[in-house]
């Protein structure tokens, strides 16, 4: 049959008002599907905005449960915890202690906020003196001796009330390796959400000033990913599924929508994708300006993350956009 046109075919009249555009919407976004990032450190009644970051601020464990509880009461999906130790070393051994910041908050958010989600971050860059992801050797990260620790780190978060551990090193095997160490330390349960595509990005300084992680020397390029590579971020996710992973993720969001698109339509499993540190303080700098509406610009940007094919997000916008939501 011939396909209908105007003045028959009248697109706008789908778009007469916000009850009709609600009910043809076709791609939604509910609180639960976003998760919120905080960053844990030491001492008492700490509660300090990071300068690159407004309205994100790094917590001590006596104070997290505010914000967590803040999070849980909008609807938001979860949170994930980044620790800033209170020492550093070689090889980031606080980043296992039973006793490490990380640890301590989420026995404090067990207590106080019981039916959040808690997902822990799992990488060695916050612990070490050096700021690299692994061991260093010769001036390079040194891969499979960074598994171990990797693996050490996984199992204190899921004994002190990890509910996902979520390995962003983008070391090769690392997945293997946590999967492994968690089912003979009893955690067979415990889900890992992998950062199976994390790309080598101009936009994690402001998060690097929150976490204390900027590299020493050197850069993270020699394991985290070329922006300009689809294929291999297929091959990673694909690694990844292999090797055990129960979810995946992208990062950073917006400048990979095709990524996102492309993974979702090869992977059976939840798939995540962060808005990172450089996306937030972009559009909360804009906005300070008064150049764009940052509710809209918010919502419309976690639209677009949707639509693309994420399940998840994680964005430092969570609290204020699920409560419009």
């Known amino acids: 049959m011939p396909t209908p046109s105007f003045p028959a075919v009248r697109p ?37 905005e990071v300068p690159s970051m407004p309205g994100v601020k790094q917590w001590s464990v006596d104070r997290v449960s505010e914000e967590v509880e803040r999070a849980h009461a909008a609807g938001v999906g979860g949170v994930i915890l980044f620790g800033l130790p209170e020492a550093k070393d070689a090889t980031g051994s606080h980043a296992w202690r039973d006793d490490g910041v990380v640890q301590q908050a989420l026995a404090r958010l067990r207590r106080d906020v019981p039916g959040c989600t808690l997902i822990t971050d799992v990488c060695l860059c916050e612990y070490t003196d050096h700021g690299h992801c692994g061991v ?60 199976a595509v994390k790309y080598a990005s101009a936009l994690y300084g402001p998060f690097r000033d929150a976490a204390d992680s900027t590299p020493q020397f050197g850069d993270r390029r020699g394991y985290q990913m070329d922006p300009a590579n689809l294929r291999e971020a297929l091959r990673e996710a694909e690694l990844d599924l292999v ?11 917006l400048s990979n929508l095709d990524v996102i698109a492309r993974v979702r339509s090869v992977a059976n499993v939840p798939l995540a994708a962060y808005q990172v540190s450089g996306e937030y303080a972009m559009i909360k700098a804009a906005a300070e ?13 976690l639209i677009a993350i949707r639509r693309a094919g994420a399940d998840l997000i994680l964005t430092y916008f969570a609290i204020s956009a699920a409560m419009r939501l």
Do not use: C
């Not at 007469?16 to 976004?29: N, Q, V």
């Not at 509710?295 to 419309?300: G, L, Y």
């Open 289 to 301: 300006r008064g150049w764009i509406d940052e509710a809209r610009a918010v919502d419309e940007t």
């Open 243 to 253: 090797e055990g992973a129960d979810m995946l993720m992208v990062k950073p969001a």
């Open 136 to 195: 260093v050797e010769g001036g390079e990260v040194a891969n499979d001796p960074t598994l171990e620790l990797l693996a050490r780190e996984a199992v204190s978060h899921a004994r002190a009330g990890a509910d996902i551990v979520a390995p962003s090193d983008m070391m090769d095997g690392r997945v293997a390796a946590i999967r492994a160490a968690l089912d003979r330390a009893g955690f067979a349960a415990t889900p890992i959400l992998s950062y």
């Open 12 to 48: 706008r009249r789908l778009r007469s008002s916000e009850r009709i555009r609600s009910l043809a919407r076709e791609t939604r976004l509910s609180p639960g599907q976003l998760v919120l990032p905080l960053f844990v450190v030491p001492g008492r009644d700490v509660a300090r």
